[in-house]
């Protein structure tokens, strides 16, 4: 029993950081895909599924977080730690994150008839909020609040909420619907707009990533293959380059002038959904990477 | 479905090969400086103090002084310092000579707990 303790941690985070990243990854997609409204439905279960895991899976990381501050010796301890977890920092992180999940909730059962940019960037405020709570939350957080860190991590978050949800819900939601019964040129549309955001994001994405292995790694590349933290950042970068390098492919593919085919769009299909894929490793090992000891210590 | 479940296998491999690797100590601030330290000898301390490597939470860190057959040696409880979110202390009124073990127990801001001993020696 006491073994499960530090795996469940890892799941809990991981699920909570794809559930929060493929959020993110439905708002930008139902702005992308702009006036085609014919992708609505899928992209609101979306949002209604994820709001739901992170209503059920934050009170479990919060009680699992009492679990690792006693010295996970039991549920029922953990229970009875609750309150003062609930005044420690990374307690009030949580709670605090946690508050945003219902109005997410709300947010997602908003009728469609309100008018679409705007009621996305509500959906937009509401998930920044979220991510600022969950910077506050982890590694970042071991030299204080508002520091240079924690607006780094802040930035971090939300440029892979952006690259990866992107992905991860045009790759395995969006872009199989629209092929199946949308024009060719509403996924021109849509991939170009996909493409151009993503670009964006991952100019953030690489110098904060960047910012943080550094102080992760205590400012050595030494511990790289020598600690358990550089060693599984290895095994995220990896998987962020093999993904990177199916958006390229992408890009590439958009950008040519050659008039669109059906055959163009089942490559891009597959292309996406292969980039989606790698992205939930990233955010598997990013899950992990918060549940080590850094390199620097 | 099925196409589904063909996308998401690997993934699911993957992370089940991975969870089978999870380390069993994942605990970030570790102490960086301890007085008295460890292995030591010296004259009776009036108070055990260690800093961590990063902030710590006060209500879940601690330090217990034990002689060596690990009966208590101190009726005090342990404290943070004041302005030092990285350091606490243990105040020891009278201590006689002997051999001693200091436990410590700290949670990171971050939520992870470590623990861990040392002996000094008491002249």
Known sequence: MLTLFPTMRICADALCDIAYTALAGALLNRLWLGRVSICDRPLRISLIACSAI???????????????????????????????VGATHSGRAVIMGYCFVPC?????????????????????????????????HGHAASNGDFTLREGIQFLHLSAIATWGGGILVAGLITIPYLASIAELGDIVQFGKRLS??????????????????????????????????????????????????????????LSTQDPWTQSRTSIMQKWVRAEALFILLVLVCSAWLANLPPADI | MDQLKATFRPVVFLFSLMLTVVPSALAHAHPKTMVPAPDSTGP?????????????EPKFSSIKLTTIEGKPADPETSAPVP???????L?????????????????????????????????
């Open chain 1, 54 to 84: 992170l209503l059920v899976d934050l009170p479990l990381q919060f009680l699992l977080l009492s679990a690792s501050m006693i010295g996970d010796t039991s549920w029922r301890d953990a229970w009875g730690a609750v309150l003062d």
């Open chain 1, 104 to 136: 997410l909730l709300l947010f997602s059962f908003l009728p469609t008839s309100l008018k679409r940019t705007k009621s996305v960037l509500i959906g937009i405020a509401l998930e920044v909020g979220f991510i600022a709570c969950r910077a506050l």
């Open chain 1, 196 to 253: 151009e955001t993503v670009t964006i994001a991952l100019a953030v994405v690489i110098p904060s990533g960047i910012y943080n292995s550094w102080e992760g790694l205590g400012g050595s590349l030494s511990p790289l293959p020598n600690s358990a933290w550089g060693r599984m950042l290895l095994l995220k970068l990896s998987f962020v380059l093999i993904a990177l390098g199916h958006g390229v492919r992408v890009r590439f593919l």
């Open chain 2, 44 to 56: 009776a301390p009036s108070k055990i103090s260690i800093t961590f490597s990063e902030a710590v």
């Open chain 2, 83 to 89: 302005g030092d979110p990285t350091t606490i202390t």
């Open chain 2, 91 to 123: 105040a020891i009124p009278s201590l006689p000579a002997g051999t001693y073990v200091v436990h410590w127990v700290d949670v990171s801001v971050d939520g992870h707990r470590l623990q861990g001993s040392y002996q000094f020696t008491a002249r």
